[in-house]
């Protein structure tokens, strides 16, 4: 049983920075495609970034030249590092992972296993 447990979320200023963490266990993590969603309240679940088992990212539009996904497979430990944060980026995030296909992509439908969620809250 594939198991994801985020931390590192937090309330930034408007500016600020944070790096979420991502813990897999249980899974061929290294074979693994990995994703960030988000979902604030009222909204959808939308794909923040994604990133293939050999390092290809993608990323949404609106957090590009923002954010950055990482993976360090020896931890089997999947990063969001997230600077200039907007209050737009409020919501609670989440890791993803998919064991079925090895391309990015920002699906939620296309994800198998899920985190718990860590809040992030961005005032201005």
């Known amino acids: 049983q594939v198991q994801l447990v985020e931390s590192g979320g937090g309330s930034v200023q408007a500016g600020g920075s944070l790096r979420l963490s991502c813990e897999v266990s249980?899974?061929?993590?290294?074979?693994?495609?990995l994703g960030w969603f988000r979902q604030a309240p009222g909204k959808e679940r939308e794909g923040v970034a994604s990133?293939?088992?050999?390092?290809?990212?993608l990323y949404l539009d609106s957090v590009k030249g923002r954010f950055t996904i990482s993976k360090d497979n020896a931890k089997a430990t999947l990063y969001l590092q997230m600077n200039t944060l907007k209050p737009e980026d409020t919501a609670m995030y989440y890791c993803?992972?998919?064991?079925?296909?090895?391309?990015?992509?920002?699906?939620?439908?296309?994800?198998?296993?899920w985190g718990q969620g860590t809040q992030v809250t961005v005032s201005s």
């Open positions: 990133i293939s088992w050999y390092g290809t990212a």
């Open positions: 993803a992972a998919d064991q079925r296909r090895w391309w990015p992509s920002l699906s939620s439908a296309e994800y198998n296993y």
């Open positions: 249980g899974s061929s993590y290294s074979r693994d495609r």
